[in-house]
Protein backbone atom coordinates (compact mmCIF):
# COMPACT_ATOMS: atom_id res chain seq x y z
CA UNK A 1 0.00 0.00 0.00
CA UNK A 2 2.84 2.52 0.58
CA UNK A 3 4.33 1.68 -2.77
CA UNK A 4 1.24 1.77 -4.33
CA UNK A 5 0.64 5.40 -2.87
CA UNK A 6 3.86 6.36 -3.86
CA UNK A 7 3.95 5.07 -7.54
CA UNK A 8 0.95 6.32 -8.37
CA UNK A 9 1.85 9.91 -7.16
CA UNK A 10 5.31 9.50 -9.62
CA UNK A 11 3.42 7.68 -12.60
CA UNK A 12 0.71 10.09 -12.80
CA UNK A 13 2.58 12.86 -12.53
CA UNK A 14 5.93 11.91 -14.74
CA UNK A 15 4.88 12.91 -17.84
CA UNK A 16 3.84 16.84 -16.78
CA UNK A 17 6.99 17.79 -15.25
CA UNK A 18 10.28 16.62 -17.25
CA UNK A 19 12.99 14.91 -17.83
CA UNK A 20 15.55 17.25 -15.44
CA UNK A 21 12.77 17.14 -12.28
CA UNK A 22 12.29 13.38 -12.86
CA UNK A 23 16.04 12.59 -13.41
CA UNK A 24 16.97 14.36 -10.30
CA UNK A 25 14.24 12.69 -8.16
CA UNK A 26 15.32 9.30 -9.66
CA UNK A 27 18.73 9.46 -7.99
CA UNK A 28 16.82 8.91 -4.78
CA UNK A 29 15.84 5.52 -5.27
CA UNK A 30 17.60 2.98 -3.36
CA UNK A 31 18.10 -0.20 -6.21
CA UNK A 32 17.70 -3.57 -5.62
CA UNK A 33 18.39 -6.73 -8.23
CA UNK A 34 14.57 -8.07 -8.08
CA UNK A 35 15.29 -10.36 -11.26
CA UNK A 36 18.99 -11.71 -10.72
CA UNK A 37 19.84 -14.78 -12.18
CA UNK A 38 16.19 -16.05 -12.83
CA UNK A 39 15.04 -18.54 -15.11
CA UNK A 40 11.86 -20.43 -16.60
CA UNK A 41 10.08 -16.94 -16.52
CA UNK A 42 6.48 -16.76 -17.42
CA UNK A 43 5.97 -15.81 -20.87
CA UNK A 44 5.01 -12.10 -21.21
CA UNK A 45 1.46 -10.93 -22.31
CA UNK A 46 0.17 -7.57 -23.54
CA UNK A 47 0.75 -4.33 -21.19
CA UNK A 48 2.88 -3.60 -18.19
CA UNK A 49 2.84 -5.85 -14.62
CA UNK A 50 4.19 -4.41 -11.61
CA UNK A 51 4.83 -6.01 -8.26
CA UNK A 52 3.79 -3.63 -5.55
CA UNK A 53 5.28 -4.48 -2.40
CA UNK A 54 4.93 -2.38 1.54
CA UNK A 55 7.04 -3.26 4.46
CA UNK A 56 6.39 -2.71 8.03
CA UNK A 57 9.63 -0.92 8.07
CA UNK A 58 9.22 1.83 10.49
CA UNK A 59 12.77 3.09 11.58
CA UNK A 60 12.51 6.88 10.31
CA UNK A 61 9.54 6.99 12.38
CA UNK A 62 9.33 9.63 15.51
CA UNK A 63 8.77 7.91 18.44
CA UNK A 64 5.60 10.20 19.01
CA UNK A 65 4.48 9.45 16.18
CA UNK A 66 5.27 5.57 16.90
CA UNK A 67 3.02 5.79 20.02
CA UNK A 68 0.29 8.03 18.50
CA UNK A 69 -0.40 5.68 15.85
CA UNK A 70 0.15 2.29 17.50
CA UNK A 71 3.29 1.78 15.37
CA UNK A 72 5.95 0.41 18.44
CA UNK A 73 5.69 -3.24 17.79
CA UNK A 74 9.26 -4.52 16.73
CA UNK A 75 9.28 -5.16 12.50
CA UNK A 76 9.04 -8.57 11.14
CA UNK A 77 11.21 -7.52 8.03
CA UNK A 78 8.33 -8.89 5.19
CA UNK A 79 5.84 -8.02 3.27
CA UNK A 80 3.24 -5.96 4.77
CA UNK A 81 1.11 -5.08 1.55
CA UNK A 82 1.66 -6.92 -1.99
CA UNK A 83 -0.09 -5.86 -5.16
CA UNK A 84 -0.15 -6.85 -8.40
CA UNK A 85 -0.86 -3.93 -11.06
CA UNK A 86 -1.24 -4.19 -14.68
CA UNK A 87 -1.10 -0.96 -16.71
CA UNK A 88 -2.73 -2.20 -20.59
CA UNK A 89 -1.04 -2.10 -23.80
CA UNK A 90 -3.01 1.82 -24.47
CA UNK A 91 -2.28 2.64 -20.63
CA UNK A 92 -5.93 3.82 -20.16
CA UNK A 93 -6.39 1.42 -17.33
CA UNK A 94 -4.57 -0.10 -14.05
CA UNK A 95 -6.25 -3.42 -12.86
CA UNK A 96 -4.92 -3.67 -8.84
CA UNK A 97 -5.15 -7.23 -7.86
CA UNK A 98 -4.43 -7.85 -3.74
CA UNK A 99 -2.59 -11.02 -2.60
CA UNK A 100 -2.98 -12.06 0.62
CA UNK A 101 -0.20 -11.68 2.64
CA UNK A 102 -0.91 -14.96 4.15
CA UNK A 103 -1.63 -16.57 1.11
CA UNK A 104 -0.38 -20.07 0.99
CA UNK A 105 2.34 -20.58 -1.11
CA UNK A 106 4.72 -23.34 -2.19
CA UNK A 107 8.40 -21.34 -1.86
CA UNK A 108 10.44 -22.21 -4.99
CA UNK A 109 14.04 -23.67 -4.50
CA UNK A 110 16.59 -20.70 -3.35
CA UNK A 111 19.41 -20.26 -0.76
CA UNK A 112 18.35 -18.02 2.16
CA UNK A 113 19.62 -14.48 2.21
CA UNK A 114 20.32 -14.20 5.76
CA UNK A 115 21.73 -18.07 6.65
CA UNK A 116 23.07 -18.98 3.34
CA UNK A 117 21.62 -22.14 3.89
CA UNK A 118 20.07 -23.73 0.70
CA UNK A 119 16.28 -24.90 0.65
CA UNK A 120 13.76 -26.88 -1.56
CA UNK A 121 10.99 -26.08 -2.78
CA UNK A 122 8.71 -25.69 0.32
CA UNK A 123 5.08 -24.27 1.48
CA UNK A 124 5.08 -21.02 3.64
CA UNK A 125 2.72 -17.87 3.72
CA UNK A 126 3.55 -15.69 0.43
CA UNK A 127 4.84 -13.06 2.93
CA UNK A 128 7.52 -14.94 4.30
CA UNK A 129 8.87 -15.22 0.88
CA UNK A 130 10.67 -11.58 1.44
CA UNK A 131 12.23 -12.69 4.98
CA UNK A 132 13.85 -15.83 3.27
CA UNK A 133 15.07 -14.11 0.15
CA UNK A 134 14.26 -10.76 -0.53
CA UNK A 135 12.70 -8.99 -3.55
CA UNK A 136 14.25 -11.50 -5.86
CA UNK A 137 12.43 -14.35 -4.15
CA UNK A 138 9.29 -12.17 -3.87
CA UNK A 139 8.92 -11.66 -7.75
CA UNK A 140 9.68 -15.77 -7.81
CA UNK A 141 6.89 -16.33 -5.74
CA UNK A 142 4.67 -14.66 -7.23
CA UNK A 143 5.22 -15.23 -10.61
CA UNK A 144 5.17 -19.15 -9.78
CA UNK A 145 1.72 -18.26 -8.18
CA UNK A 146 -0.26 -16.28 -10.86
CA UNK A 147 1.28 -17.34 -13.76
CA UNK A 148 2.28 -13.27 -14.34
CA UNK A 149 5.18 -11.92 -15.61
CA UNK A 150 6.65 -9.21 -13.64
CA UNK A 151 8.08 -6.47 -15.37
CA UNK A 152 9.36 -4.37 -12.43
CA UNK A 153 9.25 -4.14 -8.67
CA UNK A 154 8.58 -1.46 -6.45
CA UNK A 155 9.07 -1.38 -2.39
CA UNK A 156 8.25 0.83 0.21
CA UNK A 157 7.66 1.50 3.88
CA UNK A 158 5.66 3.29 6.02
CA UNK A 159 7.48 6.26 6.54
CA UNK A 160 6.89 7.31 2.82
CA UNK A 161 3.12 6.39 3.02
CA UNK A 162 3.14 8.73 6.08
CA UNK A 163 4.46 11.87 4.15
CA UNK A 164 2.90 11.39 0.62
CA UNK A 165 -0.76 11.68 2.26
CA UNK A 166 0.51 14.64 4.27
CA UNK A 167 2.24 16.35 1.07
CA UNK A 168 -1.10 15.61 -1.11
CA UNK A 169 -3.48 17.60 1.93
CA UNK A 170 -4.78 14.54 3.09
CA UNK A 171 -7.49 12.04 1.37
CA UNK A 172 -10.86 12.02 1.90
CA UNK A 173 -12.37 8.39 2.62
CA UNK A 174 -16.30 7.73 3.58
CA UNK A 175 -17.35 4.65 5.21
CA UNK A 176 -21.08 3.64 6.04
CA UNK A 177 -20.49 2.28 9.62
CA UNK A 178 -18.42 3.26 12.33
CA UNK A 179 -14.85 1.82 12.61
CA UNK A 180 -13.08 1.16 15.33
CA UNK A 181 -9.26 -1.03 16.01
CA UNK A 182 -7.76 -1.13 19.39
CA UNK A 183 -4.75 -2.88 17.99
CA UNK A 184 -3.74 0.56 15.32
CA UNK A 185 -6.12 3.24 17.45
CA UNK A 186 -8.31 3.70 14.26
CA UNK A 187 -11.66 5.30 15.80
CA UNK A 188 -13.65 6.57 12.74
CA UNK A 189 -17.54 7.00 12.82
CA UNK A 190 -19.96 6.75 10.01
CA UNK A 191 -19.60 9.37 7.77
CA UNK A 192 -17.24 10.98 5.34
CA UNK A 193 -13.52 12.03 7.00
CA UNK A 194 -10.16 14.09 5.91
CA UNK A 195 -7.40 11.85 7.08
CA UNK A 196 -4.17 13.01 7.69
CA UNK A 197 -0.70 10.95 6.70
CA UNK A 198 -0.73 8.54 9.86
CA UNK A 199 -4.60 8.24 10.29
CA UNK A 200 -4.21 7.27 6.64
CA UNK A 201 -1.78 4.78 8.22
CA UNK A 202 -4.43 3.45 10.64
CA UNK A 203 -7.26 3.41 8.17
CA UNK A 204 -5.16 0.70 6.01
CA UNK A 205 -3.14 -1.08 8.65
CA UNK A 206 -6.73 -2.18 10.41
CA UNK A 207 -7.41 -5.83 10.66
CA UNK A 208 -9.63 -6.12 13.52
CA UNK A 209 -12.64 -4.65 12.67
CA UNK A 210 -14.98 -7.43 12.08
CA UNK A 211 -14.52 -10.91 11.07
CA UNK A 212 -13.38 -9.99 7.25
CA UNK A 213 -9.49 -9.65 9.51
CA UNK A 214 -7.04 -9.21 6.22
CA UNK A 215 -9.55 -9.60 3.40
CA UNK A 216 -11.44 -6.69 5.03
CA UNK A 217 -8.77 -4.61 5.29
CA UNK A 218 -7.31 -5.26 1.13
CA UNK A 219 -10.44 -3.79 0.72
CA UNK A 220 -9.68 -0.71 2.65
CA UNK A 221 -6.30 -1.00 1.27
CA UNK A 222 -7.81 -0.55 -2.58
CA UNK A 223 -10.53 2.01 -1.58
CA UNK A 224 -7.89 4.50 -0.66
CA UNK A 225 -5.70 3.56 -2.93
CA UNK A 226 -8.77 5.06 -5.50
CA UNK A 227 -9.44 8.18 -3.10
CA UNK A 228 -5.61 9.07 -3.57
CA UNK A 229 -5.43 8.60 -7.59
CA UNK A 230 -8.71 11.35 -7.19
CA UNK A 231 -6.97 13.28 -4.72
CA UNK A 232 -3.92 13.44 -6.76
CA UNK A 233 -5.93 14.33 -9.77
CA UNK A 234 -7.99 16.68 -8.70
CA UNK A 235 -6.01 19.53 -6.82
CA UNK A 236 -3.31 20.18 -9.52
CA UNK A 237 -0.61 18.82 -7.68
CA UNK A 238 0.79 17.07 -10.80
CA UNK A 239 0.43 20.01 -13.29
CA UNK A 240 2.32 22.07 -10.50
CA UNK A 241 6.32 21.09 -10.68
CA UNK A 242 6.86 22.49 -7.11
CA UNK A 243 3.89 20.38 -5.37
CA UNK A 244 4.88 17.66 -7.92
CA UNK A 245 8.58 18.00 -6.27
CA UNK A 246 7.65 18.21 -2.98
CA UNK A 247 5.43 15.07 -3.29
CA UNK A 248 7.87 12.70 -4.80
CA UNK A 249 10.80 13.65 -2.71
CA UNK A 250 8.74 12.76 0.56
CA UNK A 251 8.50 9.63 -0.60
CA UNK A 252 11.68 8.26 -2.76
CA UNK A 253 13.83 8.45 0.55
CA UNK A 254 12.62 5.19 1.35
CA UNK A 255 11.49 3.18 -1.57
CA UNK A 256 13.46 0.54 -3.50
CA UNK A 257 13.13 -0.13 -7.16
CA UNK A 258 14.48 -2.33 -9.38
CA UNK A 259 17.42 -1.07 -11.54
CA UNK A 260 14.76 -0.94 -15.21
CA UNK A 261 12.75 1.43 -13.64
CA UNK A 262 14.46 5.07 -14.23
CA UNK A 263 13.74 8.32 -15.90
CA UNK A 264 12.55 6.91 -19.10
CA UNK A 265 10.32 4.49 -17.95
CA UNK A 266 8.99 7.05 -15.63
CA UNK A 267 8.49 9.71 -18.21
CA UNK A 268 6.84 7.12 -20.82
CA UNK A 269 4.17 6.23 -18.35
CA UNK A 270 3.55 10.16 -16.89
CA UNK A 271 2.69 10.98 -20.54
CA UNK A 272 0.53 8.14 -21.64
CA UNK A 273 -1.56 8.39 -18.31
CA UNK A 274 -2.11 12.26 -18.15
CA UNK A 275 -5.80 11.56 -18.61
CA UNK A 276 -6.02 8.90 -15.43
CA UNK A 277 -9.17 9.50 -12.85
CA UNK A 278 -10.65 6.79 -10.46
CA UNK A 279 -12.85 5.21 -13.38
CA UNK A 280 -9.43 4.54 -14.77
CA UNK A 281 -8.21 2.24 -12.15
CA UNK A 282 -9.99 -1.48 -11.12
CA UNK A 283 -9.61 -3.03 -7.87
CA UNK A 284 -9.87 -6.68 -6.91
CA UNK A 285 -8.85 -9.33 -4.67
CA UNK A 286 -7.49 -12.55 -5.32
CA UNK A 287 -10.70 -15.45 -4.96
CA UNK A 288 -10.73 -17.43 -2.14
CA UNK A 289 -11.77 -20.66 -1.41
CA UNK A 290 -11.09 -21.22 1.92
CA UNK A 291 -9.79 -17.50 4.32
CA UNK A 292 -8.96 -20.10 7.53
CA UNK A 293 -7.12 -23.31 5.54
CA UNK A 294 -4.59 -24.71 8.54
CA UNK A 295 -1.24 -25.98 7.69
CA UNK A 296 0.80 -28.18 9.99
CA UNK A 297 4.09 -26.09 11.10
CA UNK A 298 2.67 -22.72 9.36
CA UNK A 299 -0.60 -22.10 10.97
CA UNK A 300 -3.63 -20.51 9.08
CA UNK A 301 -3.36 -19.84 5.38
CA UNK A 302 -5.43 -18.09 2.79
CA UNK A 303 -6.06 -20.41 0.30
CA UNK A 304 -6.99 -19.26 -2.74
CA UNK A 305 -9.56 -20.25 -5.61
CA UNK A 306 -7.68 -22.47 -8.69
CA UNK A 307 -10.52 -21.97 -10.85
CA UNK A 308 -11.13 -18.32 -10.06
CA UNK A 309 -7.65 -17.37 -9.91
CA UNK A 310 -6.56 -19.10 -13.07
CA UNK A 311 -9.33 -16.73 -14.81
CA UNK A 312 -8.20 -13.95 -13.35
CA UNK A 313 -4.37 -13.77 -13.89
CA UNK A 314 -5.61 -14.83 -17.39
CA UNK A 315 -7.35 -11.97 -18.03
CA UNK A 316 -4.51 -10.52 -16.68
CA UNK A 317 -2.51 -11.65 -19.43
CA UNK A 318 -4.51 -10.57 -22.44
CA UNK A 319 -4.93 -7.56 -21.34
CA UNK A 320 -8.86 -8.05 -20.48
CA UNK A 321 -10.55 -5.16 -17.68
CA UNK A 322 -11.47 -7.37 -14.74
CA UNK A 323 -14.84 -4.92 -13.89
CA UNK A 324 -18.18 -5.48 -15.85
CA UNK A 325 -18.99 -2.93 -18.19
CA UNK A 326 -21.41 -0.73 -16.78
CA UNK A 327 -24.07 0.08 -19.68
CA UNK A 328 -24.57 4.20 -20.22
CA UNK A 329 -24.28 6.55 -17.57
CA UNK A 330 -25.97 4.20 -14.65
CA UNK A 331 -25.98 5.89 -10.85
CA UNK A 332 -23.12 4.93 -8.45
CA UNK A 333 -23.93 2.12 -6.24
CA UNK A 334 -24.76 3.86 -2.49
CA UNK A 335 -22.38 2.07 -0.11
CA UNK A 336 -24.06 0.14 2.58
CA UNK A 337 -23.25 -1.93 5.46
CA UNK A 338 -24.81 -4.87 4.79
CA UNK A 339 -24.73 -6.37 1.51
CA UNK A 340 -27.94 -6.82 -0.86
CA UNK A 341 -27.31 -10.29 -0.89
CA UNK A 342 -27.87 -11.00 2.78
CA UNK A 343 -31.19 -9.21 3.06
CA UNK A 344 -34.57 -10.97 2.82
CA UNK A 345 -37.20 -9.16 1.01
CA UNK A 346 -40.87 -9.78 0.61
CA UNK A 347 -42.87 -7.35 -1.53
CA UNK A 348 -46.17 -6.01 -1.39
CA UNK A 349 -48.45 -4.23 -3.54
CA UNK A 350 -50.18 -1.19 -1.79
CA UNK A 351 -51.98 0.30 -4.78
CA UNK A 352 -54.73 -0.33 -7.22
CA UNK A 353 -51.75 -0.22 -10.30
CA UNK A 354 -51.42 -4.28 -11.25
CA UNK A 355 -47.99 -5.52 -11.92
CA UNK A 356 -46.55 -3.21 -9.05
CA UNK A 357 -45.73 -5.55 -6.85
CA UNK A 358 -43.89 -7.76 -9.35
CA UNK A 359 -41.72 -4.80 -10.51
CA UNK A 360 -40.39 -3.93 -7.36
CA UNK A 361 -39.81 -7.46 -6.52
CA UNK A 362 -37.50 -7.45 -9.77
CA UNK A 363 -36.14 -4.20 -9.31
CA UNK A 364 -34.77 -5.31 -5.83
CA UNK A 365 -33.63 -8.97 -7.44
CA UNK A 366 -31.73 -6.68 -9.84
CA UNK A 367 -30.00 -5.00 -6.88
CA UNK A 368 -29.18 -8.08 -5.29
CA UNK A 369 -31.44 -8.10 -2.84
CA UNK A 370 -33.26 -11.94 -1.48
CA UNK A 371 -36.41 -11.12 -2.29
CA UNK A 372 -38.89 -14.07 -2.46
CA UNK A 373 -40.18 -13.47 -6.25
CA UNK A 374 -43.81 -14.22 -5.10
CA UNK A 375 -44.74 -10.60 -4.46
CA UNK A 376 -48.71 -10.31 -2.26
CA UNK A 377 -51.02 -7.93 -2.56
CA UNK A 378 -51.24 -5.47 0.84
CA UNK A 379 -53.84 -5.16 3.20
CA UNK A 380 -53.96 -1.49 2.35
CA UNK A 381 -54.67 -0.75 -1.30
CA UNK A 382 -53.86 2.80 -1.59
CA UNK A 383 -51.01 3.75 0.26
CA UNK A 384 -48.84 7.21 -0.73
CA UNK A 385 -45.84 6.22 0.34
CA UNK A 386 -43.79 2.99 0.16
CA UNK A 387 -43.59 0.97 3.52
CA UNK A 388 -40.65 -0.93 5.19
CA UNK A 389 -41.41 -2.73 7.78
CA UNK A 390 -38.57 -4.77 10.13
CA UNK A 391 -37.38 -6.50 13.04
CA UNK A 392 -35.44 -4.03 15.58
CA UNK A 393 -33.38 -6.86 15.60
CA UNK A 394 -32.43 -6.86 11.73
CA UNK A 395 -32.06 -3.40 11.61
CA UNK A 396 -28.79 -2.47 10.01
CA UNK A 397 -30.48 -5.18 7.46
CA UNK A 398 -33.40 -2.19 6.91
CA UNK A 399 -30.77 0.20 6.54
CA UNK A 400 -29.55 -1.48 3.45
CA UNK A 401 -32.79 -1.73 2.08
CA UNK A 402 -33.67 1.77 2.55
CA UNK A 403 -31.01 3.31 0.93
CA UNK A 404 -32.57 1.27 -1.78
CA UNK A 405 -36.13 2.79 -1.31
CA UNK A 406 -34.89 6.55 -0.72
CA UNK A 407 -37.85 8.24 0.51
CA UNK A 408 -39.77 5.27 1.91
CA UNK A 409 -41.56 5.17 5.37
CA UNK A 410 -39.70 2.89 8.05
CA UNK A 411 -41.56 1.48 10.53
CA UNK A 412 -39.97 -0.97 13.05
CA UNK A 413 -42.27 -4.27 14.37
CA UNK A 414 -40.67 -6.41 17.05
CA UNK A 415 -41.52 -10.11 16.26
CA UNK A 416 -41.58 -9.48 12.43
CA UNK A 417 -38.21 -12.31 12.37
CA UNK A 418 -35.70 -11.67 9.52
CA UNK A 419 -37.52 -11.17 6.46
CA UNK A 420 -37.77 -7.39 5.70
CA UNK A 421 -41.68 -6.46 4.12
CA UNK A 422 -41.84 -4.31 1.39
CA UNK A 423 -45.17 -2.28 0.35
CA UNK A 424 -44.97 -0.66 -2.46
CA UNK A 425 -46.89 3.08 -2.62
CA UNK A 426 -48.17 5.26 -5.13
CA UNK A 427 -44.78 7.08 -4.43
CA UNK A 428 -42.13 4.13 -5.99
CA UNK A 429 -40.79 4.80 -8.83
CA UNK A 430 -37.50 2.97 -8.72
CA UNK A 431 -34.71 1.76 -6.96
CA UNK A 432 -31.42 2.70 -6.23
CA UNK A 433 -28.07 0.62 -6.68
CA UNK A 434 -26.40 -0.36 -3.52
CA UNK A 435 -23.56 -2.60 -2.54
CA UNK A 436 -21.68 -3.77 0.15
CA UNK A 437 -18.55 -1.70 1.51
CA UNK A 438 -16.42 -4.70 1.31
CA UNK A 439 -17.05 -7.36 -1.49
CA UNK A 440 -18.29 -10.73 -0.74
CA UNK A 441 -15.10 -13.05 0.06
CA UNK A 442 -14.03 -15.97 -2.92
CA UNK A 443 -15.53 -14.14 -5.44
CA UNK A 444 -14.10 -12.67 -8.55
CA UNK A 445 -15.99 -9.52 -8.05
CA UNK A 446 -14.29 -6.21 -9.33
CA UNK A 447 -15.04 -2.64 -8.71
CA UNK A 448 -13.99 0.72 -10.71
CA UNK A 449 -12.33 3.28 -8.65
CA UNK A 450 -15.03 6.12 -9.17
CA UNK A 451 -17.76 3.67 -7.56
CA UNK A 452 -16.00 3.76 -3.75
CA UNK A 453 -14.54 6.86 -3.49
CA UNK A 454 -16.46 9.45 -1.67
CA UNK A 455 -19.16 11.59 -4.10
Known amino acids: MRVATGVSVLVLGAGGIGHAVVSSLETRIDRVDA????????????????????????????????EKYRLGGVPCHCTDTIMLVHLSADRGRASVVSLPRDSYAEMPPHTDAT??????????????????????????????????????????????FMKTVDTV??????????????????DLAAGTHELDGGEALQYVRSRHIDGAADLGRMHRQQKFMAALIKQTTSSGV?????????????????????????????????????????????????????????????????????????????ALREDKPLAPARPGRQPKPTLVEVAPQEVRVQVYNGTPKDGLGTDLDAALRGT????TRAPLNGELRDLKRTLLTYDPRWDRSAQSLAAALP???????????ATMRVTA?????????????APQQGGLE??????VVCP
Open 35 to 66: FKDMKNRPRGGHGLNLLLVGTDGRERITTAEK
Open 115 to 160: SGKRHESHPVKLNAAYAEGGPNLTVRTVEHMTGVKIDHYLEADFTS
Open 169 to 186: GGVKICTARPMKDAYTGL
Open 238 to 314: LMNPVKFQQVVSSMLGSVRADNGFGTKQMLALGKAMRGFTPASSEFTSVPVEDPSFAVRGIGSTVKWDAEKSRKLFR
Open 368 to 371: GFDT
Open 407 to 417: GSELKAVPGQG
Open 425 to 437: GADYRSVRPVRAE
Open 446 to 451: AVTGDE
